[in-house]
């Protein structure tokens, strides 16, 4: 039996090569992912190993306010100069060095524009000197405080040479500096990972980074000789006490390629569940495919049972089948993985301004979960095929090859339980815990029960989508053979209908959500002007405090609120605050309901938060900034929260312990007879210095900041086209083995008189048929989902629901057009069938 499986495996290779295809595809995705995040992470490991291989021991503040990677980025606590001289005097310590590495100098480039950075940070720094790693390009290190040196990624990048005058952007307003040197690092490398780098003098470093002087970010010790890093780490720890983290330079490389790590992971996260939906999809189009094998062997298998196999046999003759193509599958698709993950990682490496990723390598997991997943896919898609197979009845050798279609009363009610029960779940899943899992499963589940009722509604909606093809004879033909196996074309269809539906499903809840804060805008903000930036780094576009002074004293201006944002400990809790110059101003600003300018010791809070926290005026509330001591605030007034641009509100004074010590956003309000054309110039000039931030119209704002819902959308899109591109390569499945099923019908109907021309478009109506229903029906289920989504958030403020007719038609077109591409093999193939060998064919 074993002999005669393998035997009939190897005489139909198409069939080998179309059931191994969606297989290869998913696992692709599995092994690149695994692939990917195993590169980038020993790219990370190398990356901050050279980045901290000069430091022997480093000395920093303990966080005031602690955050992850995924978190947002950590604030550092200075350190007083003082430190410098006690980590030097204690015991071990050949050399203690104060410096300044902070997060937030922006070069601004010989264009006149702000070199930008994905990734990477744009680091401000004091000037040391170089070292083993370092090394000087031209000229030399700054000296006076009106002079920089730049590493070289930002010199290319900026296009700018020693003694060019050099606009730099800090905490402080624009600065023009002279730039003196330009360095590298060894074996001739312009950055490490792409981090741009400027360096200043050390008092200069300590105002434009800090705010301050007399401060440094971390403290480097030099271990004298003899003595080791771990050793000198320890006595500085005793000497310092536990207010202070004394770390080695492995141990600070370590846990910042872990914190990367953890990154990469929720990365590799999304890829795994992207590759989920693609074998999901596969799984469609390998049942299928082993349904359609089972029908073409019936006369085979009838013969293997008359001659003495067991149901037992037959079952596993059809499951080595599936073993041997998933296995086979399962290794294509892991040799593709690892060629999906080099590209992943040589894209990374690119936009990330030049890292230098490490050698590709496969790590065990990407192997065992590529040959797991692939053989597990194809062998549990191909059980009920196989099932079926085994109660074929040995009379059957001697009937026709064709078997009866069976009634969809079965099928149909378990499909309906299984909508019912994904339904529930996701009902749980939205409207009661807020579960991703139960979301998840609801939608899963749900999939599974559309795709069991789809047999009953695709004859009606087939036929009658058959019928815009109905006015020839290979039309009516094409409409016929594509409703007359429902099951056939259920699952054809329920493969696209996934892929579809999830994108049509994202589409909605992302235009909802996108209109809802638009109109939300638009109806409560009377703010006229916006003065803010678009964010292409790790932090936010700033710009002077003394714009909002001078904006406010332009004429025919009513009121100017500015904002700024962080991360504060409130009462031991983190939580994101926003502080304003002036809350009356802001609200007027906004057209809120009149508060009060908060003093230094005052805040203000959203209804919602502070019946979440049990707050109420009168309340003092401790709260810890990322810089500074403790502070004790009082609530004075609450307020609703979309009427104000925060949920918790602090004075301006807030603002000196931030990370980011200046604005972020700006709202202007016109006065009566005030026009937008005759103030937004005069503003536009106020911030002429600053190349990140403009000043805009409230409606080109909201669209600027929206526009990153688009960017989503369209990684969305190109995620799940893998899994659209599976259910094509089903659709041509389908029709491939079809033709080869029905090579008698051609015969008979070539003989008869129909063309071969006529036979191709028969082929492709049939294929454009299934296709067209495949998206319609994912149209409708994703706009279901999605708007059960959006009826979910309405208590977060979406309240607008959006269906995307645009694409939705765009998606019914391309089916279509995807139909016609299906078609293109299959149809050649049925129109070259010889008639006389096809009229014997058996």
Known sequence: MLRATLKSLLARKLRLVLSGLAVVLGVMFVAGAFVTTDTLGRTFDKLFAEGYSQVDVAVTAKPKVAVSEMEGEQILTPLPASLVDQVAAVPGVAKATGVISDDGARVIGSDGKVVTSYGPPRIGMNWVGTDDLMQMRSGRGPEKDNEIAVNEAVAKAAGIKVGDQVGVLTQLPKQTFTLVGVW??????????????????????????????GVFTQIYADSADGRTSEAVRDQIAARLGSDYEVKTGQQLADESSAEFKDA????????????????????????????????????????????????????????????????????????????????????????????????????????????????????????????RASRISPIAAMQDVATPDR?????????????????????????????????????????????????????PVVGALGRLFSWSVPGRLGRLNSGRNPRRTAITAAALMVGIALVTGVTVVIGSVKQSIATTAETTVKAEIVIGGDQNGPRPPVFDEAVLARAAAIPGVRAVGGVWNEQVLLD????????????????DAFGSP??????????????????????????????????GEEHRYTVVATYDEERVPGAIMLPKAATKEFGLTQPIVGFVRLADGATVSQVLPQVKALVADSPEVNATDRSSFVDQQLSTFDTVILMVQVLLGLAILIAVLGVINTLALSVLERTRELGLLRAVGLGRAQTMRMVTVEAVVISVFGALLGVVVGSGLGAAVVQALEGEGITELVFPWSQMAVYLGLAALVGVLAAVLPSIKAARLNVLAAIAHD
């Open 184 to 213: 590298g690092y060894t074996n001739d490398r312009d950055s490490i990972g792409g981090v741009q780098e400027v360096a200043f003098t050390t008092p200069q470093a300590q105002r434009s980074m800090l705010g301050k002087t």
């Open 264 to 387: 990469l992971g929720f990365f590799n996260n999304i890829l795994l569940g992207f590759a989920g939906v693609a074998l999901f999809v596969g799984t469609f189009l390998i049942l299928n495919t082993f349904s359609i094998i089972v029908a073409q062997r019936t006369r085979e298998l009838a013969l293997m049972r008359a001659l003495g196999a067991g149901r037992r046999q037959v079952i596993g003759s059809v499951l080595v089948e599936a073993f041997v193509i998933g296995l086979v599958a399962a290794v294509l698709g892991l040799g593709a993985g690892v060629g999906v993950g080099a590209l992943l990682v040589t894209l990374f490496g690119s936009m990330s301004g030049g890292l230098d990723p490490a050698t590709v390598g496969v790590p065990m997991a990407a192997i065992l979960s590529s040959l797991i997943v692939g053989v597990v896919v194809t062998v549990v898609a191909a059980v009920l095929p196989a099932v």
């Open 407 to 459: 009634p969809l009363t079965k099928v149909t009610v378990t499909g309906a339980v299984i909508g019912a029960a994904g339904a529930a779940l996701l009902g749980v899943g939205l409207y009661g815990n807020d579960s991703l899992w139960l979301i998840l499963g609801g939608v899963l589940v749900t999939f599974i029960g559309v795709a069991l009722l789809t047999p009953l509604i695709s004859k």
């Open 572 to 587: 031991g809790e983190r939580d994101y605050v926003t502080a304003t110059d002036n809350l009356a101003k802001l609200a």
């Open 594 to 627: 009149p508060l009060p300018a908060l003093k230094s010791d005052q805040m203000a809070v959203s209804t919602e938060v502070a019946a979440e926290r049990g707050w109420a005026v009168g309340t003092v509330v401790k709260a810890q900034m990322p810089r």
